[in-house]
């Protein structure tokens, strides 16, 4: 469901970029901490980017603190590769843009 989840967001930024009302909009996504945690999940956002063609910057992974907390050295190197490819994140007590 989570790529599901990704690729309907991906379509949703994709059809808000052809409408001058809606292109600078951002979408948020809640992202499970067994998603976050599945080793590839940097190339599922990633590829959902490149098959919609749109800003990663106005994608917005919303993160969970047990996502984060689980494996810290993970979830920062995670973190990184989501930062080098644009894409923002969010959790309680800290975002990232």
């Given at each position: 469901?989570?790529?599901?989840?990704?690729?309907?967001?991906?379509?949703?930024?994709?059809?808000?970029?052809?409408?001058?009302?809606?292109?600078?909009?951002?979408?948020?996504?809640?992202?499970?901490?067994?998603?976050?945690?599945?080793?590839?999940?940097?190339?599922?956002?990633?590829?959902?980017?490149?098959?919609?063609?749109?800003?990663?910057m106005?994608?917005?992974?919303?993160?969970?603190?047990?996502?984060?907390?689980?494996?810290?050295?993970?979830?920062?190197?995670?973190?990184?590769?989501?930062?080098?490819i644009?894409?923002?994140?969010?959790?309680?007590?800290?975002?990232?843009?």
């Amino acid at each position: 469901m989570g790529q599901w989840v990704l690729e309907t967001a991906g379509a949703q930024l994709k059809a808000w970029e052809q409408e001058e009302h809606t292109r600078n909009l951002v979408l948020s996504v809640n992202v499970s901490a067994k998603q976050f945690r599945q080793a590839d999940f940097v190339a599922q956002v990633q590829a959902t980017v490149q098959q919609y063609a749109i800003d990663p910057m106005r994608l917005k992974l919303e993160l969970t603190e047990s996502a984060l907390l689980e494996n810290v050295e993970d979830a920062i190197a995670t973190m990184n590769a989501l930062k080098a490819i644009e894409v923002r994140f969010t959790s309680q007590g800290f975002e990232e843009e």
